[in-house]
């Protein structure tokens, strides 16, 4: 339920919510407890909600970023409180962080489920949770970086799995992937591409066509272009091109990948500064 009364459809769970006025000074403290913690927005940008499940109401997997309030914001973090619950397994589960508690403390148990394969809490009146959404980008924080690199659909891996010699479309295709993953997910990032022609022992005295691609970032705070150190980390994306359907996956599809996942990464902690 928004402030104005209206219903709003959620598809990832059904349950009873509402948003509490930030007038009432009681949800006032709360809403600055909660900035206090968090330590990045004033109390004015928290929005306090009472969510109920009754017999019958779920969620499903989600990412907890959605635009579900009136200004139609994305949640950075969630402080995630429980109230009361009378129920078993109805706690909060997050399906893409594994968990093995055969090491840990028992006390622990009281308040994770331990006999699951992933982490998943138990809902304990009076306990509560806390994770980010977002990074400093704004970018949704994936917990399984086991994502970008699955062979199938990862977003940085599945694309470069595919024959990529030097001057055929596979290698035009793989570079186009870099290409937009470095103009849509960092902008901030220089790209430069080298274009060259070379013949090779198999292109029987033709010319083909090499090109590299060269991104790089300079901290925020760094005066003017070039005016830092630079670390350089370097893999090739061509494949061979024999025997027929050669991807190459570790030489060096999967290196390719991970090069995309170091600089997302030296992004988050670049802005985070």
């Known amino acids: 339920m928004l402030d104005n009364g209206s219903a709003l459809l959620d598809n990832a769970r059904i349950s009873s919510s509402a948003y509490l006025p930030l007038g009432d000074p009681i949800v006032r403290r709360i809403a600055q407890r909660a900035a206090e913690f968090q330590g990045y927005m004033d109390a004015d940008r928290v929005d306090v909600q009472a969510t109920a499940y009754a017999e019958g109401g779920h969620f499903k997997p989600h990412y ?9 914001r994305q949640r950075k973090s969630t402080i995630f409180v429980i109230l009361d619950a009378e129920c078993e397994k109805c706690g909060t589960i997050f399906p893409n962080i594994k968990a093995d508690w055969s090491g840990f403390s028992k006390e622990w148990c009281k308040h994770l489920e331990c006999d699951e394969s992933v982490l998943a809490t138990r809902a304990v009146p009076g306990s509560a949770l806390f994770w980010e959404n977002l990074d400093s980008a704004g970018n949704v924080l994936d917990t399984n970086p086991g994502q970008d690199f699955d062979i199938s659909n990862g977003e940085l891996l599945s694309p470069i799995l595919v024959p990529r010699a030097p001057g055929s ?18 902008p901030q990032w220089n790209i430069t591409l080298q274009n060259s022609t070379s013949t090779t022992p198999t292109s029987d005295g033709n010319e083909i066509p090499f090109a590299n691609l060269i991104a790089t970032r300079d901290p925020p705070w760094a005066d003017g272009t070039g005016d830092v150190s630079r670390l350089v980390l370097a893999a090739h994306y061509d494949s061979k091109s024999t025997p027929l359907g050669f991807i190459g996956a ?7 990948a991970m090069l995309l996942h170091v600089a997302r990464s030296v992004e988050q902690a670049l802005a985070a500064k």
């Not at 570790?250 to 390719?256: Q, R």
């Open 64 to 72: 907890d970023t959605s635009p579900d309030d009136a200004n139609g």
């Open 250 to 256: 570790t030489d060096s599809a999967a290196s390719c």
């Open 169 to 186: 479309r596979g290698s035009l295709d793989v570079l186009n992937h870099f290409v937009n993953f470095f103009s849509e997910t960092l």
